[in-house]
């Protein structure tokens, strides 16, 4: 993997910040965009604008096609069984909330239990919360260890027949915890139990199998594995969507409609109502190309040596504090004494160097925690070890300012 050609696909960092080159660890929040990706979205603007599944003139063929290949390429990338599974959303947000909202109605009664935890962003809990308030349904966490993962035991020590739904993240966006999906889907299912899986932090950095996996709903997001903003997919499984209702209403979605009703077309267009992100959709399908080409046993291995590095690095800091495992995915959520997590980033960003700080949304974690807010560097295929050591450059300069005394 020649990092240095892979840096060179993203033109933003030729950009300067404050001055200084940009060291870019934000991608946790939303990754870049290379050039082929871009290039891919504007040909849909610049050469076949025009909207899909509707005319037959040539524009609208061109789009449709380039619109679904994108979702075939969705449903390789995740080895869905069928195309019919993969349903674009607004993003993860949106694909969590529209299973909520449609599986929870479907799914769940007064009594019954929703199985989550406190690593949780929170787009996978508050739908939840609105769920249970709308059905009397109860929200159950699972307990989490000292050092921010799970048991198998501890699931288990949760479930039981008034169990109906598990929802959890496959990669914690702010411990950098990674779940063992496959076994919880397992647990779930034992107690007939759906499972519903944020994987906005897991589709990006490794490979990932929903039928090898068995979860019933896996939902992530483009803009955090190469693509634009504003598209995301929902896998579900089609026997079990079959049986859902449609939570929006309008055009494409339906079959046919009459003076006082409607019924609904096929899957997945039933769950697409309006007009969809056609430009997006197919961005997506580019950065799924990117990605394939780099491979993603090869983006895993050089995430880990990022992310292994800085670990070690970032220990050799006197007063810092890094929460979650040592074995983890490719970020690092960590407090410095007596800096802010807020002016630790300001201080950074002088020295062009972008991390994210606050509660990441995730307050009940923050909680659990026990503090209001943490910094955050997350890396990418298009980082590297320099850049890191600038990180660690910032991290000691900013240290020493805020301890020197005026």
């Known amino acids: 993997m020649d990092i240095n050609k892979i840096r060179q696909d993203f033109k933003v960092l030729d950009e300067t910040v404050n001055g200084n080159a940009l060291t870019y660890l934000d991608t946790s929040a939303t990754s870049l965009t290379p050039k082929s990706v871009v290039d891919k979205t504007n040909d849909y603007y610049f050469k076949y604008n025009a909207n899909v599944h509707r005319g037959v003139h040539t524009l609208g063929s061109l789009a449709t096609d380039a619109y679904e290949s994108a979702r075939m390429k969705v449903r390789k990338f995740i080895n869905a069984k069928r195309f019919e599974e993969i349903i674009y959303t607004r993003g993860t947000t949106a694909a969590l909330n529209l299973v ?22 929170h787009a996978n809990i508050v739908p939840w919360q609105q769920l249970a308030k709308r059905k009397g349904a109860k929200l159950v966490f699972i307990p989490l260890e000292s050092d921010g993962t799970i048991t198998l035991e501890s699931v288990k020590s949760v479930m039981s027949d008034k169990t109906k739904i598990v929802a959890i993240t496959h990669v914690s966006n702010v411990l950098g915890t990674v779940n063992d999906i496959k ?3 397992k647990i779930a299912h034992d107690h007939d139990a759906y499972i519903v899986v944020d994987g906005a932090q897991a589709v990006p950095h490794m490979t990932v199998d929903v039928q090898d996996l068995d979860v019933d709903f896996y939902a992530f997001s483009a803009h955090k594995m190469l693509g634009p903003t ?36 096929d899957l997945p267009v039933k ?3 309006g007009t969809p992100m056609i430009a997006e959709a197919i961005g997506l399908g580019a950065a799924i ?29 006197d007063g810092i504090t890094i929460y979650g495992p040592k074995e983890r995915a490719g970020l690092i959520t ?14 950074l960003d002088q020295e062009g160097i972008a991390v994210r700080a606050g509660h990441h949304c995730a307050q009940p974690l923050m909680k659990w925690l026990d503090t209001n807010s943490t910094a955050r560097a997350s890396f990418y295929i298009y980082n590297t070890k320099d850049e890191i050591d600038t990180f660690i450059r910032g991290l000691e300069r900013t240290k020493e300012f805020f301890s020197y005394e005026f």
Not at 247 to 255: L, R, T
Not at 338 to 346: I, N, Q, Y
């Open 100 to 121: 909520a909202r449609s599986l929870g109605d479907f799914a769940v009664e007064a009594g019954d239990e929703i199985v989550v935890t406190e690593m949780e962003h």
């Open 230 to 265: 504003g598209v995301g997919v929902l896998y579900g499984k089609a026997e079990i969507l079959d049986q859902l209702e449609p939570v929006e209403y309008g055009g494409d979605m339906i079959d046919y409609v009459y003076k006082e009703d409607a019924t609904w077309t």
């Open 334 to 347: 960590f407090n410095l004494d007596g800096v802010h997590p807020h002016d630790l980033a300001t201080a």
């Open 271 to 273: 769950f697409e109502a």
């Open 289 to 317: 190309d990117y990605l394939l080409e780099v491979g993603m046993d090869n983006i895993h291995d050089y995430e880990q040596e990022l992310v292994n590095y800085a670990y070690e690095e970032m220990q050799k800091i």
């Open 183 to 185: 076994s919880i889907a």
